[in-house]
Antibody
Framework: EVQLVESGGGLVQPGGSLRLSCAAS????????MHWVRQTPGRGLVWVSG????????IYVDSVKGRFTVSRDNAKNTLSLQMNSLRAEDTAVYYC????????????WGQGTTVTVSS | DIVMTQSPESLAVSLGERATINCKSS????????????LAWYQQKPGQPPKLLIY???TRESGVPDRFSGSGSGTDFTLTISSLQAEDVAVYYC?????????FGQGTKLEIK
């Protein structure tokens, strides 16, 4: 079964850091680009970041550039998102998603992990 | 950046009736090399992640019932549920994956009348 499982969410103070992980199984992780998307009741679904199959290319939404860093370990089938200088507006459910390069876009999503930035 | 605008924000349809959701992109999302629109539709039920229903504007994902169909090209797209079932109650999102930053519509909440 194709599966993505996020972890690492929690409560953090403004200015703090958090590292999210996404464990992949059931498919050849190294063959797929991977992305992060977050969701809040107020702002809906927002794409955050993406990384190519070998990690050589990364892209970010402007609001997280310079604060968030995406990485992957193809040997461990894991995608990560290091989040620094967190702000209240980063509060959201964070999903990792598999990107099908044949043209489907994001075809498999994890269940999400909740990040709350509050003092 | 490409802005995706969905209408209506909410929709109540009787069981067995047709539901139609519209999506407009602020720019064309047609990928020239493949001549396919990079437009997807997702279904999200409470407490669950989004589920891919339609990609390339009109291609159903494997396992998606054929009562779901997508249409449109250029900047105007439509998701149609031909005969609403109780299990179709959800929020539906359109999504452009043509150009980063990839973007989503604000969602349409579909309920039973």
């Amino acid at each position: 079964e194709v599966q993505l499982v996020e972890s690492g969410g929690g409560l953090v103070q403004p200015g703090g850091s958090l590292r999210l992980s996404c464990a992949a199984s059931g498919f050849t992780f190294s063959s797929y680009s991977m992305h992060w998307v977050r969701q809040t009741p107020g702002r809906g679904l927002v794409w955050v970041s993406g990384m190519s199959t070998d990690g050589s290319n990364t892209i970010y939404v402007d609001s997280v550039k310079g604060r968030f860093t995406v990485s992957r370990d193809n040997a461990k089938n894991t995608l990560s998102l290091q989040m620094n200088s967190l702000r209240a507006e980063d509060t959201a459910v964070y999903y990792c998603a598999r990107w099908d390069d044949s043209g489907k876009g994001m075809d498999v999503w994890g269940q999400g992990t909740t990040v709350t930035v509050s003092s | 950046d490409i802005v995706m605008t969905q209408s209506p924000e909410s929709l109540a349809v009787s069981l067995g009736e047709r539901a139609t959701i519209n999506c407009k992109s602020s720019q064309i999302v047609l990928y020239s090399p493949s001549n396919k629109n990079h437009l997807a539709w997702y279904q999200q039920k409470p407490g669950q992640p989004p589920k891919l229903l339609i990609y390339w504007a009109s291609t159903r994902e494997s396992g998606v019932p054929d009562r779901f169909s997508g249409s449109g090209s250029g900047t105007d797209f439509t998701l149609t549920i031909s005969s609403l079932q109780a299990e179709d109650v959800a929020v539906y999102y359109c999504h452009q994956y043509y150009a980063a930053p990839y973007s989503f519509g604000q969602g349409t909440k579909l309920e039973i009348k």
